[in-house]
């Protein structure tokens, strides 16, 4: 049986909410343990009571649902966040914080069902969320990047290589270039399928390979050539990159059609 944990500010709604539940309870058996009407006390209400599931409105005084759902994704056994809410104007911010689902008042039963039915195997508490995040289907089809104040979704399918400098990773696609504050470790250990790395600084997508070319390596005051290096050459962009030698196998066996 889900643990739920209700939190809105208005307590109609959190009535609402609980009738919807006992109205589905036959094809999605919940508990509320507990309910919250503000942010603060709604991360003091997760902590003592460790919910499965979170049913989070957004507009709330004081810490908003948003930045809510951040305190709890940061921690070892996050809950599930669906966020239930009368706006669609957060749906972007919800989608960076990894909701698992995003409900618009007047809930619809069906649609709470489909939210509840996606955090189910969570009911056994064997595992926890994090455990099962990748059965869930958690790796985002987008790369959420923030753009002279406007929110804008990348998809991971347009991405040809993720490129860490300084503090930033560039994100390249065919036609242009993002910049995130996300980390190219955490990059890799959400999308490490669908990218391999090819130097300490840069994941590039296995599907955007067209091929390799050796590069000889400068000729020396001796008058010996240097080793030289392979580079990667890309499908959709004339730029070639540098693989370092000991990602050079990884990189070569990632290139190779399956068979």
């Given at each position: 049986m889900l643990r739920i944990l209700i939190v809105d500010d208005e307590p109609p709604a959190r009535a609402r909410i609980r009738q919807l539940l006992d109205d589905v309870a036959a094809e999605v058996p919940a508990s509320v343990v507990g309910e919250a009407d503000r942010g603060a006390a709604a991360?003091?209400?997760?902590?003592?009571?460790?919910?499965?599931?979170?049913l989070l409105d957004i507009h709330m005084p004081g810490m908003n649902g948003i930045e809510v759902a951040r305190h709890l994704a940061a921690r070892s056994q996050p809950p599930a966040i669906v966020f239930v809410t009368a706006y669609d104007e957060h749906a972007l911010q919800a989608f960076e914080v990894r909701a698992l689902?995003?409900?618009l008042k007047p809930v619809?039963?069906?649609?709470?069902v489909a939210a509840l039915q996606r955090a189910r195997p969570l009911a056994t508490h064997e595992p926890r969320l994090a455990e099962v995040a990748q059965s869930l289907?958690?790796?985002r089809s987008h790369i959420t990047v923030s753009e002279r104040g406007r929110m804008?979704?990348?998809?991971?399918d347009n991405v040809v290589y993720l490129r860490a400098e300084l503090k930033y990773v560039?994100?390249?696609t065919a036609t242009r270039e993002h910049l995130t504050e996300e980390s190219l470790t955490s990059l890799e250990?959400?999308?490490?399928?669908?990218?391999?790395?090819?130097?300490?600084?840069?994941?590039v997508a296995k599907k955007s390979i067209h091929g390799f070319q050796r590069v000889k390596g400068e000729i020396a005051e001796d008058g010996e050539s240097g080793e030289g290096h392979w580079e990667v050459l890309l499908k959709e962009l004339p730029e070639r990159l540098p693989i370092s030698r000991r990602q050079w196998p990884a990189v070569k066996a990632a290139a190779k059609p399956a068979s």
């Open positions: 991360l003091d209400a997760a902590d003592r009571l460790q919910p499965d599931v979170v689902d995003y409900l619809r039963a069906d649609r709470l289907g958690s790796e804008i979704l990348v998809p991971i560039t994100i390249r250990s959400e999308f490490g399928e669908r990218f391999v790395r090819i130097h300490r600084n840069a994941l």
